[in-house]
């Protein structure tokens, strides 16, 4: 196994500082700054599939963004997300 002592503090600072952001002022763009000031500081490899969706979810944020400044993502995604979640079982 690997050591993740070292990182713990800062992942936790990541999610504590984003966990207290309310649904209309959170952003992928912030948290994701973040967690890339990580990967070039510990030795992180993300997985290629999980690294496409962060791009694709920043794209389509930005793009939203670009479109309407006050769009806010999560207030629009957080219906669909939360279906899929309670009634989706291979999800559970």
């Known amino acids: ?3 993740v002592k070292p990182i713990e ?3 936790e600072k990541i999610w504590k500082d984003s966990a207290v952001q309310t649904l209309e002022n959170f952003n992928f763009r912030t948290v994701t700054g973040k967690f ?4 070039y500081e510990y030795p992180i490899r993300i997985p290629e599939r999980y690294a496409l969706v962060i ?7 930005g793009i939203c963004l670009s479109l309407k400044p006050d769009f806010k993502f999560l207030e629009v995604a957080y219906p669909y997300v ?4 309670l009634t989706d079982s291979r999800l559970r």
């Open 36 to 39: 890339n000031e990580l990967v």
């Open 1 to 3: 196994g690997t050591d």
């Open 82 to 85: 939360a279906k899929r979640l």
């Open 55 to 61: 791009r694709s979810l920043l794209t389509q944020e």
């Open 9 to 11: 503090p800062a992942l």
